[in-house]
């Protein structure tokens, strides 16, 4: 029986990591699968897989830059040749650890990332339109900066919106990233999702992004990809927002002529008491002729009014209500009475993706690696999201003890 190995890192902080010797050799031969080594196999002394399975490990211990990771080797080798084949007593270098991260091609690193959990995701294997709205995945898109590729001559103050953008899919049904790509300007997002949403397949699923990538050529890629979308609208697109805004406003007024869905719910957090008010109208009857034919993959409208009242002082300040816009290929269901809410629950879910980055950033120090190669840049973000991607599972999935994993 397979017990679980113990792998830790102590340099400045405490950190480990659990895992199955299986589930290691797994992730070896999962690597070897799926990166080529480029090197010249009679000046090498581990092959590539070996090298970054312990860099996976070595970050899910919390190590995140070439010199923590060739500490961790050091420390832990006994164990980790216990737990990956072919591994010996050498240790290498910061720099060849360094040089390996940026040797792999990033659609190979890319495809890595996408299929280790893909079998875990269980909608894509459905027939179409067999899966009820509530148990859809949800996949959420979104660009993150990492703010230690700004650089010029006055320092990373004068260049507020440079550096790099990585672009991920990111499942909030399972809590994993399933692929990324690295852009260099944020008008180029769009772009980005668009390849990433022909590189995976998405059936049965729902998107979701912010409104600077909702644009018909994106929804229309979805919709093909045999997907729905739900997608943030602001008033950077122009006529379709104000249409939009108007409809809400004819519903308001008892003059909307179609069905309206909605529902409320509260909810109490940070020191205040939020409520949110979801209406649901048909595209059908809320858009012109004219902007259906523009966006004719938009079915319903969606507007969500939070009203915060601060249990400090017990009243609520207009200010304080945000009235946001969606819009989605999902078709109103007035037969279902749990629609509204199944919807709301997939607006809330794309905030995951958000807190995501905030773990990657904080906890897996991306944003402080004075990253400059671009392919170690690349390789470097989809290694922390496999480490991030296991350590995830395995939270989810471990027993519990005194109500803690």
């Not at 179409?128 to 709205?133: D, F, I």
Request: hydrophobic content about 35%; charged content about 25%.
């Amino acid at each position: 029986m397979n017990q679980y190995k113990n792998i830790s890192m102590s340099d400045n902080k405490d950190t480990s990591i659990n895992l199955k010797s299986n589930e290691a050799c797994f992730l070896q031969r999962l690597v070897e699968l799926n990166l080529k080594d480029e090197r010249n196999t009679s000046l090498i002394v581990y092959p590539l897989y070996t090298i970054v399975t312990v860099i996976i490990l070595a970050r899910m211990a919390g190590c995140n830059n070439s010199r923590t990771q060739r500490l961790f080797w050091q420390k832990n080798k006994k164990q980790l040749q216990s737990l990956i084949y072919g591994l010996g007593d050498e240790v290498p270098s910061e720099q060849t650890i360094r040089r390996v991260v940026a040797l792999v091609k990033e659609d190979e690193t890319v495809k890595f990332l996408s299929e280790y959990f893909v079998s875990y995701r269980e909608n894509i294997l459905k027939p179409l339109g067999s899966v009820p709205l509530a148990q859809r995945e949800v996949i959420a898109a979104d660009g993150q900066n990492i703010r230690a590729t700004r650089s010029s001559k006055d320092g990373n103050d004068s260049r507020k919106n440079g550096g790099y953008d990585v672009v991920s899919l990111f499942s909030s049904t399972y809590g994993v990233t399933l692929c990324q790509r690295t852009v260099d300007k944020k008008n180029n997002e769009a772009l980005a999702i668009m390849e990433m949403i022909k590189d995976l397949n998405l059936a049965n699923s729902i998107l979701t992004w912010d409104a600077i990538n909702t644009r018909a050529a994106t929804l229309k890629a979805v919709t093909e990809a045999d997907a729905d979308f739900l997608v943030c609208l602001k008033s950077n697109q122009g006529y379709l927002y104000e249409e939009v805004c108007d409809s809400f406003t004819f519903a308001d007024a008892d003059r909307y002529l179609g069905e309206v869905l909605s529902s409320k719910r509260v909810s109490s957090d940070h020191g205040r008491i939020e409520e949110k008010e979801i209406t649901i109208l048909d595209a059908e009857h809320g858009l012109s002729k004219e902007m259906q034919r523009k966006w004719p993959y938009i079915k319903s409208l969606i507007r969500v009014n939070t009203t915060r009242t601060y249990k400090c002082s017990g009243v609520s300040n207009t200010d304080d209500v945000e009235s946001r816009y969606f819009v989605s290929s999902i078709i109103t269901d007035g037969l279902d009475k749990s629609f509204a809410d199944t919807i709301q629950d997939i607006i809330l879910a794309r905030c995951q993706i958000e807190s995501r980055h905030w773990v990657i950033d904080v906890a897996f120090d991306q944003d402080r690696l004075p990253l400059r190669n671009q392919d170690y840049i690349r390789n470097s973000t989809v290694y922390t999201k496999m480490a991030c991607n296991v350590l995830s599972y395995i939270r989810d999935n471990v027993p519990l003890y005194q109500s803690k994993p």
